[in-house]
């Protein structure tokens, strides 16, 4: 249990290290994902003005490659950070130490 414990600090400590000092990698596909979170967080809406594959053929650059839940979701959770990229990086790394936490938990269950 110590360990479990140790191990989910220790990787949570690096993971929250990179997402404010270091700026984590991001997948390849994040220019789909990532910019509109940035957008909705900003109050420009649902859009995407970087990536041409993404968007529609009117002049709204509407985000239309993915469900648009979670960049709904994260782009409103993003305004408790700053809505930029050093923002959306922190936010990845919580989301990503919360999804530490969870596993951690379910590993921990299935030892009791």
Known sequence: ???LIL????L???VLAFAWN???????????????IVEVAAGHGLVNPVCM???NNDSQSRFIMFPPLESVVMGHILRFFT???????KLYGVVTVLKL???GWLFYRRRS
């Open 7 to 10: 191990a989910f600090t220790g």
């Open 1 to 3: 249990m110590k360990s």
């Open 101 to 103: 936490a969870l596993a």
């Open 12 to 14: 949570s400590g690096v």
């Open 53 to 55: 594959a993404v968007r």
């Open 22 to 36: 270091a700026y984590p990698v991001l997948p390849n596909d994040s220019v789909f994902y990532s910019v509109p």
């Open 83 to 89: 809505p930029d990229a050093a923002g959306l990086f």
